[in-house]
């Protein structure tokens, strides 16, 4: 059995964020010992390295959450998995138009620079210019 700050240690997780995963449902709530103190075994490892991992991979909470019901029931189709997965790779894909878009902008930015002085920059030109950016290149969110 592990105590909170074992368990955090070993997933790499703090132990705010487990209280958190606790208290959303995330993580179930923890065995104690006689003087209250939170107690973990290998089962509350594993889901908390699952819940890490998949966080480190971009899902949701409520991604994750239906990710470990669908965990809990062995019986349940794969392909509820797979939609899943699915839907964070599209958002994923997403993000990275929008890094892409950014990427040409500054790049943009940089070779219509020639480096004289402030006044004549075309990296503040195009600052100030936001809605120039906008129309060219979509929406883009920070």
Known sequence: MLAIGML???TGTKVQTIRYYEQ???MPEPGRTVGGQR???DAELDRLAFIRHARQLGFTLDAIRELLDLSDNPERSCAD????AQRQLREVEARIARL????IELRRMLSECDRDRVADCRVLE???D???CLSEHGRIEA
């Not at 892409?100 to 990427?103: F, G, N, P």
């Open 100 to 103: 892409e878009a950014l990427r």
């Open 39 to 41: 107690r973990y075994g």
């Open 126 to 128: 195009v600052l100030r």
């Open 81 to 84: 998995v797979d939609t899943i």
């Open 8 to 10: 955090a240690r070993r």
């Open 130 to 132: 936001h809605e120039e």
């Open 24 to 26: 959303i449902g995330l």
